[in-house]
Nanobody, 118 residues
C-alpha cells in the first residue's frame, strides 16, 4: 500500500535552515507529482511546494526564494530544503501524493513538526 514517511523536522532559530525528507513506497514514484503542505495551529492546510515526475516545480508565494523542493527518483524520496526560516513557517509539514487508479486517491504522510523560534 502507499506509504509516505516524513522526517527532518525540529526546532530552529529564525534565519536557520532545515531539510525535510519524505520516503515513499507502494507506487511508481517517478510517475507522480509530489507535494509538501503545511498546517499551522488554527489555520487551514496550505500547499507549500510541488514537483512533477520530470522535476517541474511550483511554490507558494510565501516561500519563493527560500524553499527548494527536489526529488530523487532512484531513492523514492522527495525533499524540501528550507532556508531563511521565519516564525511564520512554524507548522506541521506533510508530504502528499495524488494517485490515479481508475479514480483519484490522495495520500498523506504523518507529518513532521517544524518550529522556528528564538
Amino acid at each position: 500500500q502507499v506509504q509516505l514517511v516524513e522526517s527532518g523536522g525540529g526546532l530552529v532559530q529564525p534565519g536557520g535552515s532545515l531539510r525535510l525528507s519524505c520516503a515513499a513506497s507502494g507506487f511508481t514514484f517517478s510517475s507522480y507529482a509530489m507535494s509538501w503542505y503545511r498546517q499551522a495551529p488554527g489555520k487551514e492546510r496550505e500547499l507549500v511546494a510541488s514537483i512533477s515526475g520530470a522535476g517541474r516545480t511550483n511554490y507558494a508565494d510565501s516561500v519563493k526564494g527560500r524553499f527548494t523542493i527536489s526529488r530523487d527518483n532512484a531513492k523514492n524520496t522527495v525533499f524540501l530544503q528550507m532556508n531563511s526560516l521565519k516564525p511564520d513557517d512554524t507548522a506541521v509539514y506533510y508530504c502528499y501524493v495524488n494517485i490515479w487508479v481508475g479514480a483519484s486517491y490522495g495520500y498523506w504522510g504523518q507529518g513532521t513538526q517544524v518550529t522556528v523560534s528564538s
